[in-house]
């Protein structure tokens, strides 16, 4: 079974940066649906990002333009770079990882993922 083991999560300054990265163990990321979750404090779950087995992505409104979603196939690690960070962004970031189907379908559901992370937090705060 896929188990994966975030880190990269801290504090960062409005309009600053953060990379969270995500090394998955038991299989490989390669062939199959991966992305990032967000949860605000009183908030629903929230797809940030996720990439298709066919490289497909699907970016949240809210962060498009500002995160990137990525992977590291030789690393059997993903990545989400968070640029021009907003106090808006702060939440646990989860990754997540064995889907398939439409990239948007598996972004709107945490539960089309198989795997899941233990979550990391981020705060954008001065």
């Known amino acids: 079974q896929l188990q994966l083991a975030e880190s990269g999560g801290g504090l960062a300054q409005p309009g600053g940066s953060l990379r969270l990265s995500c090394v998955a163990s038991?299989?490989?990321?390669?062939?199959?649906?991966i992305g990032w979750f967000r949860q605000a404090p009183g908030k629903a779950p929230e797809g940030v990002a996720c990439l298709s087995s066919d490289g497909s992505t699907y970016y949240a409104a809210a962060v498009k333009g500002r995160f990137t979603i990525s992977r590291d196939n030789a690393k059997n690690t993903m990545y989400l770079q968070m640029n021009s960070l907003l106090p808006a962004h702060t939440a646990v970031y989860s990754c997540?990882?064995?889907?398939?189907?439409?990239?948007?379908?598996?972004?709107?559901?945490?539960?089309?993922?198989?795997?899941w992370g233990q979550g990391a937090q981020v705060t954008v705060s001065t």
């Open positions: 997540v990882a064995d889907a398939a189907g439409p990239v948007q379908a598996q972004c709107r559901d945490r539960n089309s993922f198989s795997s």
């Open positions: 038991g299989s490989t990321l390669e062939y199959t649906g």
